[in-house]
Every structure is written in structure tokens, then in C-alpha cells.
């Protein structure tokens, strides 16, 4: 049952990561692929009604965590303190951005928020990707199950970690870069004109940086964590997932030079599908690998008790069906490219 | 109390306060926007569409800084009470992930396509969108509730071999008896934010005759569903709410009435200030044998005070907890009178006349929210010293590693962060109410999503 809910909740922060890594990386890119106000409020418009329902699987991962595994939710939200608490200035900075800066049409109003919305945008992706690090890495758990790390101390992987060191920020520059990539796909497939063009030039620059990162971040993630290598070798079918990666970054390549929008899109999505389950795959059966190995939480020790993991089970898959219906339907909804006015000032 | 126990009180408190300020407006004014659009439905005049659209903007703005502001309570849960995490997670863990799972993604898919969708849903669908966007903002209320009444009063659980705290009975969380009186009281209050916001836009346009005929039409509608509101607070919801403090936390029901000497005939006090060293009220006017005959319908009946409880078991804030309740019974007894004679000046056809009444309505703005913030004080600060009733101590859940320094950091950061939304709320709020709903501004209307409208 742990094991059943361990890939149901690394299951929804994948579908998070595919679908807010897109807006998170449209917002990234906003200044640079955007330059006039029509052309701004067609990159917002091409997340505008999909990015706050995006961001509740964040929120309903979170969730599902808290109830699947108590015990990880309070070591791992404890520890990581302050990046966590960054991470929800950002995330009230950015709805905040993207709520208000149609209110007012004013030469200071609207670029302060665009600046404000693409820079909160651009630090959650580096500071999730860093998140994301510090558990493939270990933290400093001890005896009592918990533990708190500073932003930074030395930058080493030593003993006393900070949130940040020379492998986490690694990982974050990558996340950012991936995450600019797909987010420059969506807003390449919904719009047209020069910031079509532009999101498609970025693409291809950026992609090279993706290349080059993921192989340096792969060879130093088997240095610092030596149990995915383990993994590797005890199940060894487990190299389909890096393989669909390999396949989905390939992908985003070929179908960008066939102008096949929807089809690159859909590539980067499998590229970041690769990523994350292939560090789910190497970090099991622990949930919070710990830099001395004895006090590593795992899938057993962290779990709820067997009866509110099998009722939620059954609510569990009642409400995921409603929410793949109402992602479908407004989804579809809003199909095909975004259009926007230029003569309409954009004032709700 | 240790420093670092103080500051993530107040983290907590800091944050939830300011957050409950949107999502009270916004559940009271989602009930009034399917009233809105049921009208508009079944007269087919265009001018409640335009009123439901007036305030559909509003709520927009409320809802997205609810949304904003609500996220870091459901990560605070880890980050600052790891220790009742762990423990009581099996549990309340259910019904926060339920929140996510049934109400957030029913909310945030409906929300983009009632602000944005009116010409691609049509009449019929547009109002389904109004409905559902209603449903959600209700749902997430009741597992928000049912939460908090799981810590007044533990239901449904049992007793892990490491000392946490598992699910026992699934429907036993959900029909916690306390959750059902405590939703009630909450959603009521939530609609009189509702109506009296709405009530005093309209007396606004009536006093300064602008958009009349929509003034008339946002008073009417606030004072008569915040009558109804505002009534069934008093009775059956609120009495039955004390009851059930009185049967299960007495020892907080003496605390919020500063009764501090078990008698028989207490009197209920309207009046005085507790002086906790002293164990009295000073200056203290109060009603002879009325808390006996509101608690257990006996002139004479005995209610114990707090000298009959250990001290150790007494709420830590007894002074703030005695006037967070008088003030929520203060403001709600006002609450009712004001709606009941706007109510029957409405029927009498002088409400829209009476300039004094209109003002009485327009300056009544803030208080709801007094009042609502009031009642989550008396509930949070009169289950102290407790985290989890009779189970756990708030001393007990705190995160063990994280400091008093870190805490204060974080709240500052907070505090400064929520000054400026707050500012900008107002400032946009008030923007919306000065532009209004006028007649021609169904056109011209592009947002974000207008995609959704030109698809």
C-alpha cells in the first residue's frame, strides 16, 4: 500500500511539473519573447485561464502527501523551512502578477508586474529544481527524524548542508532551462507572429543548454547518490526511463525542425516525464534520503495507517476522474491559438 | 511560554486572519452570484447579468488573493507544527488532501470559464459555471471546517503503536457532529460578509446617486438573504454551537463568559473587563442567571467556572478570548437588528428613502469582518492550552528544529508582503465600485483569458 502511494503522489507532482513547468516557463521567458503590450498579453493569454488550475497540483500533491506519508510532510517541511517559505512569497508574487497587471493600463503598472511575474517565474523553477536536488542528495536527518538546513553554508556536500551547494544549484540552473524550453513550446503552439517566432529561435538555443546540462547533472547525481546506481543494477528495465528522456529530447529537436508545434511540445513533456521518474526510480524505497544513511526515511517508516491509506484510496481515484473530466473540458475550451485585440486596451 | 513557541502562534494567527479575509467575502458572494444569475435566468433581464458580472469582477479579485494568501496555511502545517503533523497527519491529512482533490480543482476550472466564458457557455451555461464555482468555494469550506472541528474535538481516531494518531472511521471524520454546527456558523457568517459588502455598495450609489437602479437592486438583495443570514446565527446555529462548547470544553465556555466561581444561576456577562490575576470581572454588568438558562435551560442550573478546572488547563489568552466572543455576540446581535428594520423599512418602501439608513448600511462594512475574525479567535484561542483536544498540546506540536529566528524572519516577510496586497486590494476593489456596472460595459471587456470568449 506505501508503494502503491508512493507512485500515486510521484504520479501528481509529474502531471504538476508538466503542466505549471509550462507557465512557470512562460513566465520565465515573458520579457524576452514579448516585447509590446499586445504581445505580452498574448503570452499571458496563453496561460491565462489554465495556470491557476495548473498550480492547485501543486497544492493537491502537497495534499495527498501530508495523509499518504505524515511523516515525510513534517521532516521534509520542516527542514527545508526557508526555501519553502521563498517558494510561497514567489508563488503569492507571481498570482498576484498575473491577477492584477490587466487592472490598471499605465506606463509604470503593466511593466512592473510583467518584470515581477517573470522573475518570480524564473526563481520557482531554479529554487524547485534545487528542492528537487536536495532530496536526491540526502539531507541531514538524524535520530529524530528531523532536521533544518540554512539556504547555503560551504556549497560542499559535507555534513552541515545548506539548501544550496554547487550540485543543487546545478540541478536548478537545469530545471530552469527545461522548464524555459517547454514553456517556449507552449507558447510557440499557442501563438502566432513574431512571438511565435521568437519562442521558436529561444528553443533552439536553449535546447543545447538542456543537452549539456542533463548529461553533467546525470554523471554527478550517480556520484552524489550512489543508491540510484544500486537501483540500476538490481532492477535493470529501470533504463526505459532515462531512455524516454534520451527519446523525448531527441524529440523536441526533430519535431522543432519539422515545425510540428504540438508534437515538440508534447516531446519536451516526455523529456521531463524521463527526468523525474527516473530520480523517483533511484531515490526508492526511501522518500527522504538522509546524508548518513542509517536515518534515511523510507516508503514503510514515513506511511500512514493501513485504513486511511485504503479509504483514500477509493476518494482518491473518485476525484482524480473529475479532475481529468474538468481538465479536458477546459482545456478544450481553449484549443487552437490565443487571439488578442491590439486596439482593446485589455482593462478587465 | 518559549520564544519560538510565540512567534509560530502568531505566524499562523498573522496569516490565517489575513487570509480569511477573502474567502468570507467570496463564499458569501458566490451564494449571491447564483442568486444573481438565477434571476437574470428566469426573468431574462439584462440588467442582473450586468449586476452578476459587477460583482463577478470583485469576486475575481477577492478570490485570487484568497487563493494567494491560502496556500501558505496548507504548507505551514509542516513547516511550523511539524511535530502535530506527524502525529495527527493520518487524519487531518484527509480531509486537507479531500480539499485539494474535490474543491480546488471543481473551483479553479469553473472560476476561469464564469469570469471569461459568458458568450461561449450561453445563458444556461454560464450559470452552471456560477453554480459550480458556488459548490467549490462551499466544498473547500466544509474540509477546512471539518479539520479544525476534528481538533476542537476528536472523532474517528485511534492510537498508533508509536503514539500517532491513525483513522479509525472515515465517515465518523466527515459527520463529526462539530464540524456540522461549526460549518454552519462559519457559512453563515460568510454570507452576512457577503450581504452586507453587497448592501453597502448599493446604499454607496443610492447616497451618491450613481447607478441607482443596481443600488436598489445590491441593497435589496444584501439586507433580505442577510436578514435570513443573520437570524438563523443567532438561533439555531449559535445556540447550539454553545451547547456543545458547554458539553464538551466547559472549561472554555467559562473562560470566554469570564466566569471564573462554579454557581448556581450564572449570570451572563455583557459587560466588564476580566481581571485573571484577581479571578473577577471588573465593573461587570451583567444579566442575572442568564448563562444557566442559555446553557441548559435551567434559571438555576449550575455552570462551573474556571476555579473548578486545574489552571494548567486553562486557556493561555483568557482576557483576548473573553472579548474576541463578546465581540462576535456584540456585532451579531447589532447585525440582526440593523438587517431586521432594513428589512421592514424594504417592505414599509422607505429603505431607498432613508438617507440615515443607507449610511447605517454603508459604514456596517467592516464589521462583519470584525465579527467573523472574532468568532475563529474565541474558536482557536478557547481550545488552548490544547492543539488537539485532551490529546495534544500546541507546546507539543511545534516544529523542533526550527528556531525563533527563523520564525520571525518569515513573518516579517509575511507582514511586509501582505501590507502591499492589502493596499492593492483596496485600491483595486475600490476601482471596480467607482467604475461600476454600468449599462455599456458588457463590451470591451478582455482579459487574459478572453480566448475563452473568442474561440
Not at chain 2, 474543491?103 to 459550480?132: Q, V
Not at chain 2, 452576512?192 to 447607478?211: I, P
Not at chain 2, 462576535?328 to 423599512?345: D, N, P, S, Y
Request: with cysteine.
Amino acid at each position: 500500500m506505501g508503494t502503491i502511494w508512493f507512485c500515486l503522489v510521484a504520479l501528481m507532482i509529474a502531471i504538476y511539473v508538466l503542466l505549471d513547468g509550462f507557465d512557470l516557463g512562460a513566465g520565465a521567458i515573458h520579457l524576452l519573447v514579448a516585447k509590446t503590450d499586445t504581445e505580452r498579453r498574448q503570452v499571458l493569454a496563453s496561460i491565462g485561464p489554465v495556470w491557476d488550475g495548473n498550480e492547485v497540483w501543486l497544492l493537491a500533491a502537497g495534499g495527498t502527501l501530508y495523509f499518504a506519508f505524515p511523516a515525510l510532510y513534517a521532516s521534509g517541511f520542516s527542514g527545508f523551512y526557508l526555501p519553502l517559505m521563498m517558494v510561497l512569497w514567489l508563488l503569492i508574487l507571481r498570482g498576484s502578477s498575473i491577477e492584477f497587471r490587466n487592472h490598471i493600463k499605465s506606463a509604470v503598472w503593466r511593466p512592473l508586474w510583467d518584470f515581477l511575474f517573470s522573475a518570480s517565474s524564473l526563481l520557482l523553477a531554479v529554487f524547485l529544481g534545487a528542492a528537487l536536488a536536495n532530496v536526491v542528495r540526502g539531507v541531514p536527518l538524524d535520530s529524530s527524524g528531523y532536521f533544518f538546513e540554512p539556504l547555503w553554508t560551504d556549497f560542499r556536500l559535507g555534513e552541515e548542508t545548506g539548501i544550496l551547494d554547487w550540485y543543487t544549484i546545478l540541478v536548478g540552473v537545469l530545471t530552469l532551462l527545461a522548464l524555459m524550453m517547454h514553456g517556449a513550446l507552449w507558447v510557440q503552439l499557442k501563438t502566432r507572429g513574431p512571438v511565435n517566432e521568437r519562442a521558436r529561435n529561444f528553443c533552439w538555443r536553449v535546447w543545447w543548454g538542456v543537452v549539456a546540462l542533463t548529461a553533467i547533472v546525470t554523471g554527478a547525481s550517480f556520484q552524489v547518490q550512489p543508491q540510484i546506481k544500486e537501483n540500476f543494477v538490481t532492477w535493470p528495465f529501470g533504463i526505459v526511463l532515462p531512455l524516454l528522456a534520451v527519446t523525448g529530447l531527441a524529440g523536441v529537436a526533430v519535431e522543432l525542425g519539422k515545425r510540428a508545434e504540438r508534437r515538440a511540445f508534447f516531446a519536451s513533456c516526455l523529456y521531463l516525464v524521463g527526468m523525474l521518474t527516473s530520480v523517483v526510480f533511484g531515490v526508492y524505497p526511501m522518500v527522504l534520503p538522509a546524508r548518513n544513511p542509517l536515518y534515511s526515511l523510507t516508503v514503510d517508516g514515513a506511511k500512514a495507517g493501513a485504513y486511511g491509506l485504503k479509504v483514500g484510496i477509493i476518494w482518491w481515484s473518485a476525484g482524480m476522474i473529475l479532475a481529468a473530466g474538468y481538465f479536458t473540458f477546459v482545456y478544450r475550451s481553449f484549443a487552437g491559438k490565443v487571439e488578442v485585440d491590439p486596439d482593446s486596451n485589455g482593462h478587465d | 511560554m518559549n520564544e519560538a513557541l510565540s512567534v509560530h502562534r502568531l505566524h499562523f494567527a498573522f496569516t490565517v486572519t489575513f487570509h480569511y479575509i477573502f474567502p468570507q467575502l467570496t463564499m458569501g458572494l458566490a451564494l449571491l452570484l447564483v442568486y444573481l444569475k438565477t434571476k437574470a435566468l428566469r426573468t431574462g433581464d439584462e440588467h442582473w447579468n450586468r449586476a452578476a458580472r459587477f460583482w463577478a469582477r470583485i469576486f475575481g479579485i477577492n478570490f485570487a488573493l484568497g487563493v494567494v494568501t491560502g496556500i501558505p496555511m496548507e504548507f505551514q502545517f509542516g513547516t511550523n507544527w511539524a511535530v502535530f503533523s506527524k502525529t495527527a497527519g493520518g487524519v487531518i491529512g484527509q480531509t486537507l488532501a479531500m480539499e485539494g482533490v474535490f474543491s480546488f480543482f471543481l473551483e479553479s476550472s469553473f472560476l476561469g470559464l464564469f469570469l471569461f466564458g459568458e458568450k461561449k457557455l450561453g445563458r444556461i451555461g454560464h450559470w452552471w459555471a456560477a453554480f459550480f464555482v458556488w459548490l467549490g468555494s462551499w466544498l473547500s469550506g466544509f474540509f477546512i471546517v471539518a479539520t479544525d472541528a476534528w481538533m476542537q474535538h476528536p472523532v474517528g481516531y485511534r492510537l498508533g503503536p508509536n503514539g500517532e494518531i491513525e483513522l479509525a472511521s472515515f465517515w465518523g471524520l466527515l459527520l463529526n457532529k462539530w464540524a456540522l454546527w461549526q460549518y454552519v456558523h462559519t457559512m453563515l457568517g460568510a454570507v452576512q460578509t457577503g450581504c452586507f459588502v453587497m448592501a453597502a455598495v448599493g446604499a454607496f450609489y443610492l447616497l451618491t446617486s450613481r447607478h441607482e437602479a443596481y443600488g436598489r437592486t445590491f441593497v435589496r438583495s444584501g439586507v433580505l438573504v442577510g436578514v435570513v443570514a443573520a437570524v438563523l446565527q443567532l438561533f439555531p446555529s449559535g445556540d447550539a454551537q454553545g451547547k456543545m462548547i458547554a458539553q464538551n470544553q466547559p472549561t472554555t465556555l467559562a473562560a470566554m463568559e469570564g466566569l471564573f466561581s462554579t454557581q448556581d444561576g450564572a449570570p451572563l456577562a455583557i459587560l466588564g473587563q476580566p481581571d485573571v490575576k484577581k479571578r473577577m470581572l471588573d465593573n461587570p454588568l451583567v444579566v442575572p442567571n442568564m448563562l444557566s438558562f442559555l446553557t441548559y435551560r435551567k434559571w438555576k442550573a449550575n455552570v462551573r467556572g474556571l476555579e473548578a478546572f486545574p489552571e494548567n488547563e486553562w486557556p493561555d489568552q483568557i482576557a483576548l478570548l473573553y472579548f474576541s466572543y463578546h465581540v462576535m455576540v456584540g456585532l451579531g446581535t447589532i447585525f440582526i437588528a440593523v438587517l431586521v428594520v432594513a428589512a421592514f423599512m424594504l417592505w414599509m418602501g422607505k429603505l431607498y428613502k432613508s438617507r440615515w439608513m443607507l449610511w447605517v448600511l454603508m459604514l456596517s462594512v467592516p464589521l462583519p469582518y470584525i465579527a467573523n475574525t472574532a468568532g475563529w479567535m474565541t474558536a482557536e484561542l478557547g481550545r488552548q492550552p490544547w492543539l488537539i483536544y485532551g490529546l495534544m498540546r500546541t507546546a507539543q506540536g511545534v516544529s523542533p528544529r526550527v528556531g525563533a529566528g527563523n520564525a520571525w524572519f518569515t513573518l516579517i516577510g509575511f507582514m511586509g508582503m501582505y501590507s502591499v496586497l492589502a493596499m492593492l486590494w483596496l485600491l483595486l476593489v475600490y476601482r471596480e465600485i467607482e467604475q461600476g456596472p454600468g449599462p455599456d460595459d458588457e463590451e470591451s471587456r478582455e482579459i487574459v483569458g478572453v480566448a475563452v470568449a473568442a474561440d
